[in-house]
């Protein structure tokens, strides 16, 4: 049974800090792209930060670029995503993701998501 399990999320102030944790189990985790996604009320879901399944390459967010760091391990099946200098657009329900294409056949699976709250 694959499960991700997001954890970390809560309520800081504008340039805070918090770090998300997302737990995999069920599948191979290290030979899947694990990304961030996020939504605010009202706007589609939108990549924050994606790493690549050996941890070599990492991608941003323009919005997020220099404030925020995805990471992995790989050992543990986590994937974690610093987020410093919180600001209150940033504030949305973060959802872990794991990503695979094997043969043209996609495989896909999220988290339940975990809600930031970026206000003073």
């Known amino acids: 049974q694959v499960q991700l399990v997001e954890s970390g999320g809560g309520l800081v102030q504008p340039g805070g800090s918090l770090r998300l944790s997302c737990a995999a189990s069920g599948f191979t985790f290290s030979s899947y792209v694990m990304s961030w996604y996020r939504q605010a009320p009202g706007k589609e879901r939108e990549l924050v930060a994606a790493?690549?399944?050996?941890?070599?390459?990492?991608n941003y967010a323009v919005s997020v670029r220099g404030r925020f760091t995805i990471s992995r391990d790989n050992a543990k099946n986590t994937v974690h995503l610093q987020m410093n200098s919180l600001k209150p657009e940033d504030t949305a329900v973060y959802y872990c993701?794991?990503?695979?294409?094997?043969?043209?056949?996609?495989?896909?699976?999220w988290g339940q998501g975990t809600q930031v709250t970026v206000s003073s």
């Open positions: 993701n794991g990503h695979r294409r094997v043969a043209g056949t996609e495989y896909d699976y």
């Open positions: 790493i690549s399944s050996r941890g070599g390459s990492t």
